[in-house]
């Protein structure tokens, strides 16, 4: 693992270059947006995002007194220096998703357009992610390859033609995108599975499997 020193922190470089692509990701929102909304849904839109970014972060941190109760119990400062890792990571994105989609109906945001915020943004922050763990991180990983590939293909479509991302096709991409995880976690030697048969990203991918073939096949949002 790649750890970069900053003060009396020690971080690993996977979460910087993560942080780093969500910042890009921020970024083709905002563009995206400005093509295509209106300047107060544009202002309402990204106003969501932060706060959904930001308790998703207070769940990733928070996410370490369920995950490792004793360190936290021995050292309560523990909390500024460490998060939850990849199955505190899976809980804070399920709970950002969460709190984007059930915000979003309350500030009157219209729902497929709630649902194409959420998608284009999260698509381009894993497609920058991988990319930039393919230039900096020392691993010989094809997931990078193929999931790098894979989502900046999609974005780069979606964000010219957002007339064609309706429901249908947002959670056909999405269960697309779960099954090439899965399959490159199976059987491309990354797999951590544990006492619970999958890891916490493989039952992450199932979970987002069942949910987008629910809502495929309801009524079509407006």
């Known amino acids: 693992m790649q750890v970069i020193q900053i003060g009396s922190f020690a971080i690993l470089l996977k979460w910087l270059l993560l942080g780093a692509a969500v910042i890009v990701g921020l970024s083709i929102m905002w563009l995206w947006l400005r093509r295509t909304q209106e ?9 969501l ?10 769940i990733w941190k928070v996410s370490l007194i369920f995950l ?4 936290v119990i021995k050292s309560p400062f523990s909390l500024l220096y460490f998060t939850g890792g990849r199955t505190g990571l899976a809980l804070a994105i399920i709970g950002s998703i969460i709190f984007f989609l ?7 945001i219209p729902n497929l357009l709630n649902l194409q915020s959420g998608f284009i ?14 230039l900096f991180l020392n691993e010989n990983n094809i997931n990078h ?13 979606f964000f010219f033609k957002t ?9 056909s991409f999405v269960i697309l995108f779960s099954f090439v995880s899965l399959f490159l976690s199976f059987f491309g030697g990354n797999s951590s599975a544990n006492s619970y048969l999958f890891s916490a990203e493989e039952w992450f991918y199932i ?5 987008s073939v629910i809502m495929w096949d309801k009524k079509s949002i407006s």
């Open 39 to 47: 300047r107060e849904l544009h202002k309402k839109i990204m106003d």
């Open 49 to 58: 995002l932060y706060n959904s970014l930001f308790s998703g972060f207070l």
């Open 68 to 71: 490792e109760p004793s360190l």
């Open 102 to 108: 059930i915000q979003g109906k309350k500030t009157n």
């Open 121 to 134: 943004f999260s698509f381009s922050v894993v497609s920058v992610y991988h990319i930039f763990a393919l």
């Open 145 to 157: 390859d193929v999931l790098g590939l894979l989502t900046a293909l999609i974005v780069m479509i």
């Open 163 to 171: 007339h064609l991302l309706t429901q249908q096709r947002i959670f």
């Open 207 to 211: 979970c987002g499997i069942i949910v």
